[in-house]
């Protein structure tokens, strides 16, 4: 059991996202950076579609009330135990009593919290994803409150392992971390510069030859109307050759569409199911992470690439992601 000492900014569970769906209306929902809660699952043990906590921000403050493994993947919150720094991408034993807090971000904008074991929540439609403007899924369909109590499943037979190399190792330290990380081929694109790569849209063709040219060469800030749904971004107004009416399309996560006031929106995890504006743009998917830190404020520069480029990239990424898991495992042999 975990208890909810302080809530943090906006602290909710997420997994992979509530797939299928979409053509009912049911948005997807899911974590905004996929490759951190994919890492942090990997370090404790659990499978990579348990749910974590993402945190966003100004992290929780949380009592351990058990001995626990955890590992905070993504951002940099500044994660402290008993007042202690501690390492992120890397697992780490956390003794009863214990409380793990932030203090707020060096970089990035979202960590998350895996726990070995997983997050006891049920599932709605086949998620454990918060969906918060319906209130369903998560806990109680909501972000977390103070005084909040969070279930743990049982532990796998690899977390379990772990867990039990690892506890003979604390003695009476409150908590015990590895010393071995997750390499900065996976961690460094939290620090990287804002260039996004995207694919030109379906309806890139639209506009006028300006704004084809400032979609690449401009910069486009961040506005605090974001969230979870999507970035309004602020820059050079884009504007199409004429007007048009379009008819409501499918969109997914890194689509960027063009309202009429000309400032390009990047939908993400909690976008809605189907958008009649153009989409002039889509983010490489391999990218979506480095999009999921960024925090309002700050300035995007789109890249442009082509769809073999982007396929490639993702493919690339699978594979070490593949390796990494197998590392793990070693590790996870070794103890």
Not at 64 to 70: G, M, P
Not at 100 to 122: E, H
Not at 200 to 225: N, V
């Amino acid at each position: 059991m975990i208890e909810v000492q302080k809530p943090g900014l906006l602290t909710n569970v997420q997994d992979l996202g509530r797939i299928g769906y979409q053509k009912y209306g049911v948005i997807a929902s899911g974590v905004m950076d996929l490759l951190a809660h994919r890492i942090a699952n990997l370090l404790v043990g659990n499978s990579e579609i348990e749910a974590t906590l993402e945190l966003t921000l100004l992290g929780p403050e949380l009592e351990f009330q058990h001995d626990h493994l955890i590992a905070i993947c993504g951002g940099d919150l500044t994660a402290k135990i008993n007042g202690q720094p501690i390492k992120t991408w890397r697992p780490i034993i956390v003794k009863k009593g214990s409380v793990l807090s932030f203090k707020g971000t060096k970089t990035g904008c979202r960590a998350y919290l895996a726990i070995a074991g997983g997050l006891k929540v049920d599932e709605v439609m086949g998620s454990q994803s918060t969906y918060l403007r319906a209130g369903i899924g998560g806990f109680n369909g909501r972000a977390l409150q103070k005084g909040d109590q969070l279930e743990i499943k049982e532990l796998s037979i690899t977390s379990q392992m772990f867990f039990t190399r690892l506890e003979s190792k604390v003695s009476y330290e409150e908590f015990y971390e590895v010393n071995w990380a997750v390499t900065s081929k996976f961690t460094n694109y939290v620090n990287q510069n804002s260039e996004v790569r995207v694919i030109p849209g379906k309806q890139y063709h639209l506009l006028d030859q300006k704004s084809k040219e400032a979609l690449f060469d401009q910069p486009f800030k961040i506005t605090p109307q974001s969230d979870r749904m999507g970035y309004r971004l602020e820059g050079p107004p884009l504007e199409l050759e004429q007007p048009i009416q379009l008819a409501s399309e499918a969109v997914s996560f890194g689509t960027v569409q063009l309202p009429s006031d000309g400032q390009p929106i990047i939908l993400l995890a909690d976008r809605q199911t189907t958008g009649g504006y153009p989409k002039v743009a889509q983010v490489a998917s391999a990218d979506l992470p480095k999009v999921a830190q960024l925090k309002p404020g700050m300035a995007v520069n789109f890249k442009e690439v082509n769809i073999e480029e982007a396929q490639r990239d993702f493919l690339k990424r699978e594979e070490e992601l593949l390796q990494l898991k197998n590392s793990v495992f070693n590790k996870i042999k070794e103890g």
